[in-house]
């Protein structure tokens, strides 16, 4: 069964840092893109950015470009976001996917809450 | 890059057949098959019910479809339930290689 546990959320101060894990289970973790999406309680779904099998390549939306950075780590199966100069904008909940486009099936996490206030 | 175009809300009683549409450029939507579609309940997390513009994942019922005319991708679900209550949410791979959301439908079944 295909299994993806967040991790790493919190409240921080705007400007902060924080880091947010995925742990991935039940499925070949190096052969699949994975994603972030986030989700403002109450509001709609937003892509952040998403990295390929290998982590060589990612890509990332204008709102978090130069402030966020993907990465993973094939040999725990671990997906990875670091945020920096968190802004009150970015209070959401961050959900690790894979497969989120192009394929016959989606996985979500449960979702972890960032919370970015003083 | 602003996101797909949907309308907030829609509505129809049970049994009924309802259309939403999302609406984006030829960098998104218009310029590529990989349109998804994604119901999610409150407080769960979303679920794929339709992928590349058309196609049923395993295990969604043959009430939901989906089609795309130039830049414009739609989603219909017929034969409405009270189960298909939620909102509704596309999305679509970009030119940027990114990926790109609609705002989000919800729709009520009176």
């Known amino acids: 069964e295909v299994q993806l546990v967040e991790s790493g959320g919190g409240l921080v101060q705007p400007g902060g840092s924080l880091r947010l894990s995925c742990a991935a289970s039940g499925f070949t973790f190096s052969s699949y893109w994975m994603h972030w999406v986030r989700q403002v309680p109450g509001k709609g779904l937003v892509w952040v950015s998403r990295?390929?099998?290998?982590?060589?390549?990612?890509f990332y939306a204008d709102s978090v470009k130069g402030r966020f950075t993907i990465s993973r780590d094939n040999a725990r199966s671990t997906l990875y976001l670091q945020m920096n100069s968190l802004r009150a904008e970015d209070t959401a909940v961050y959900y690790c996917?894979?497969?989120?486009?192009?394929?016959?099936?989606?996985?979500w996490g449960q979702g972890t809450l960032v919370t970015v206030s003083s | 890059q602003s996101a797909l175009t949907q309308p907030a809300s829609v509505s129809g009683s049970p049994g009924q057949s309802i259309t939403i549409s999302c609406t984006g450029t030829?960098?998104?939507?218009?310029?590529?098959?990989?349109v998804s579609w994604y119901q999610q309940h409150p407080g769960k997390a979303p679920k794929l019910m339709i992928y590349d513009v058309s196609n049923r994942p395993s295990g969604v019922s043959n009430r939901f479809s989906g089609s795309k005319s130039g830049n414009t991708a739609s989603l219909t679900i017929s034969g409405l339930q009270a189960e298909d209550e939620a909102d509704y949410y596309c999305n679509s791979h970009t030119s940027s290689s990114t990926v790109i959301f609609g705002g989000g439908t919800k729709l009520t079944v009176l």
């Open positions: 996917v894979r497969d989120l486009i192009a394929a016959d099936s989606s996985y």
């Open positions: 990295i390929n099998p290998d982590g060589s390549s990612t």
């Open positions: 030829s960098s998104d939507v218009g310029g590529y098959k990989y």
